[in-house]
């Protein structure tokens, strides 16, 4: 229904900055909600950070402060400025977007981040 392509990510030691980005194409429905989850080993997909179309935005609390979403709803793209990052950070992120009716999402393939201390 929707093509989400991550770029940005990389090895950056503790306390840099990264910026993501994903871009989506052939939707064949209204995007409203886009966001950023993670997984790192051994752990589930977790949220990191949403931003919806009219731009509210939510944040895991662990990333509160550090990390920025936003999004160009004209091009249907969506960013995530990640500062002072730290190890822990570290995970493949995925983007996702939703639309309006159930049923309507789409993912990403991922993007490696790896923080070094």
């Known amino acids: 229904q929707v093509q989400l392509v991550e770029s940005g990510g990389g090895l950056v030691q503790a306390g840099g900055s990264l910026r993501l980005s994903c871009a989506s194409s052939?939707?064949?429905?209204?995007?409203?909600?886009m966001g950023w989850y993670r997984q790192a080993p051994g752990k589930q997909r977790e949220l990191v950070a949403v931003i919806t179309s009219g731009g509210l935005t939510n944040y895991a609390d662990s990333v509160k402060g550090r990390f920025t979403i936003s999004r160009d709803n004209a091009k249907n793209t969506v960013f995530l400025q990640m500062n002072s990052l730290k190890p822990e950070d570290t995970a493949v992120y995925y983007c996702?977007?939703?639309?309006?009716?159930?049923?309507?999402?789409?993912w990403g393939q991922g993007t490696q981040v790896t923080v070094s201390s």
């Open positions: 996702n977007a939703r639309g309006f009716f159930s049923g309507q999402e789409g």
């Open positions: 052939g939707s064949i429905f209204s995007i409203n909600t």
